[in-house]
């Protein structure tokens, strides 16, 4: 049976070529990968890669819109997971942090080699990160109104807690002290202390 006739099968080679396209951008940088390194670190015949893809941009691109996704998806379950301001941001922050030290490899090709993708794809991402941009602003501004933030600018405070999250990335080893749980719970606590929270709604 062909790959072609084989949806299972043919999935499973297009997500072997997704994760070795992961490893060999983190590790060489889009620029410098070639489709001939990504195939021959998913075990495949350079020829393989194009049945399955265009080209070394087109991973790329699955990669970033699946990370911003992805993202935006747990982005959204937290907001969903509570009505109170000060958990929706807990849970939002430790869950983004958790993400990027987790999953710190794919993180840094999300984050740092969108500069490689094609305008239309760039486009489309840029479009993704600004709606998450806008859930967390909205999420900041419902605390304000609430009264239990004191911040004067909740658009720059979002971009902040973005930016705190999207780091990790960079600086995370596995081999490190600290894990992703451990990372999530104090960057939660950082962004409330970041967002001015009012000492009567602080936790106990």
């Not at 590790?27 to 070639?34: I, L, M, N, R, S």
């Not at 990504?38 to 699946?66: D, F």
């Not at 840029?126 to 009264?147: C, F, H, K, P, S």
Request: glycine residues 6%; without cysteine; aromatic residues 6%.
């Amino acid at each position: 049976m062909t790959e072609t006739s084989d949806p299972p099968r043919a999935d499973a080679t297009r997500a072997r070529l997704l994760a070795a396209a992961v490893s060999t951008f983190a590790a060489k940088g889009f620029h410098a990968t070639t489709t001939r390194d990504i195939a021959a670190a998913a075990g495949m015949s350079p020829a393989a890669l194009y049945v399955h893809h265009r080209s070394k941009e087109e991973l790329l691109y699955l990669i970033a819109r699946g990370g911003h996704e992805r993202t935006l998806a747990r982005l959204r379950a937290g907001v969903a997971s509570s009505s109170d301001p000060v958990e929706q941001v807990r849970r939002v922050i430790r869950d983004f942090a958790v993400f990027h030290a987790r999953d710190h490899t794919t993180a840094r090709v999300v984050h740092y080699e969108l500069a490689a993708l094609s305008p239309e794809h760039l486009a489309e991402i840029r479009a993704i990160r600004q709606i998450t941009d806008g859930e967390i602003r909205r999420l900041v501004e419902r605390g304000v109104a609430a009264g239990v933030f004191d911040i004067v600018d909740p658009a720059m405070a979002a971009t902040a807690l973005l930016s705190l999250g999207i780091d990790i990335a960079r600086w995370y080893r596995d081999d490190g002290g600290w894990t992703p749980e451990d990372i999530g719970d104090r960057y939660a606590e950082l962004a409330l202390r970041m967002l001015g929270l009012r000492p009567a709604h602080d936790a106990v």
